[in-house]
């Protein structure tokens, strides 16, 4: 998604600043341009073309927050900043619209497809860490699961204190990790919001079905199951069990659980329930040993996201859709365009 921002002088008066384009993609800066002294200009600057949070703002120049959200919006009021949508993303736009027509869903959010599709889930991640931003509130009780998709969404989601959250992980976590932990999503969300977390401490996956029941049966684990029942928010994703998935890359199953689990007619998973092309949670034994929410227990939530995309993923994309019915989904082109086709044939 390339964003034109054109970022001119306050007044007649604003010290060593000229007008100029920037372009950036994500965030990105493509193109720099000379900052004067304007403490407006500078705040504008930083936010909107260095991706600074207005914590990191506040902190940077000696600014307290309200300071900073009002040069802000003071800078689009005034035209220091104006931002245009470039024409070639009206087709993201025309497939939003029809997504949420043919499927009814309450919002849709599209992208442009990722130069590099294995970098794909970050550009989803940004668009969703955008979203959120929107829809959060005080009071609010919001369920996550994780992956590499939701956790690229953490540098878009700004730094906040909301009054009594709720942030329930729905999914236990990798017990074999590099660099990053994608299932420390959960506990790095509640910190963006001073929310108070409810972590599933587990492993995403039990040994045995007696130890998966006897762990469901843990005071702490069942009271994630009960907050579980009435979510104000579920963010998730979909993932495949292509050896790009994270399931291949982190080593959660072995290559013969993954076959067994292709000739048994899985597509992928959602939250970590493994799913046919008609999302239909399927008969395996490694369904019985999965430590996390079953999605189909997700019903009574007033607002379920779904982020996903890639052309590897449009089948698990597809069935996650029948499984949850979200009512917003966050992905690519590619998926949108095949999503919509199928919806009108």
Not at 82 to 92: G, M, V, Y
Not at 105 to 118: D, G, Y
Not at 285 to 303: E, F, H, Q, Y
């Amino acid at each position: 998604m390339k964003l034109l921002v054109r970022m001119g002088p306050m007044n007649r008066n604003a010290k060593g600043f000229f007008a100029s384009e920037v372009v950036t993609h994500f965030g990105r800066q493509m193109k720099e341009i000379k900052l004067g002294d304007d403490l407006n200009i500078q705040v504008s600057w930083l936010y909107y073309m260095e991706g600074k949070t207005q914590e990191e703002i506040s902190k940077a120049l000696g600014l307290s927050r309200s300071k900073v959200l009002r040069i802000l919006a003071n800078s689009r009021q005034n035209g220091t900043v104006q931002i245009s949508i470039a024409t070639h993303l009206s087709r993201c736009v025309e497939l939003e619209r029809s997504l949420e027509n043919a499927i009814g869903l309450e919002r849709a959010v599209v992208i442009p497809n990722s130069q590099n599709p294995e970098t794909e889930y970050n550009d989803i991640g940004l668009a969703l860490g955008g979203y959120i931003n929107g829809i959060l509130d005080d009071n609010m009780s919001i369920g996550l699961g994780w992956g590499r998709t939701l956790i690229s969404s953490l540098t878009e989601i700004e730094y906040r204190e909301q009054k009594d959250l709720k942030v329930i992980s729905m999914m236990g976590g990798l017990t074999r990790v590099n660099r990053h932990n994608l299932s420390e999503f959960a506990w790095r969300f509640a910190d963006r919001l001073s929310a108070q977390g409810y972590l599933m401490a587990v492993p995403v996956l039990a040994p045995d079905v007696g130890t998966r029941n006897a762990l469901f049966a843990h005071a702490g684990i069942n009271e994630i199951v009960e907050e579980s029942k009435s979510l104000d928010l579920a963010i998730v994703t979909a993932g495949d069990l292509s050896p790009y998935s994270t399931i291949s890359q982190f080593s959660v199953l072995e290559p013969e659980d993954v076959a067994s689990l292709q000739a048994a007619g899985a597509v992928g998973h959602v939250l970590f329930r493994f799913i046919d092309v008609d999302g239909t949670v399927i008969d395996h034994p490694i369904n019985s040993r999965v430590m996390a929410i079953d999605p189909r227990d997700l019903g009574a939530t007033r607002k379920i996201v779904l982020a996903s995309g890639g052309w590897r993923k449009f089948d698990v994309v597809r069935a996650a859709m029948k499984l949850l019915k979200p009512h917003v989904l966050v992905t690519d082109e590619s998926v949108a365009e095949r999503l919509v086709a199928e919806a009108i044939k």
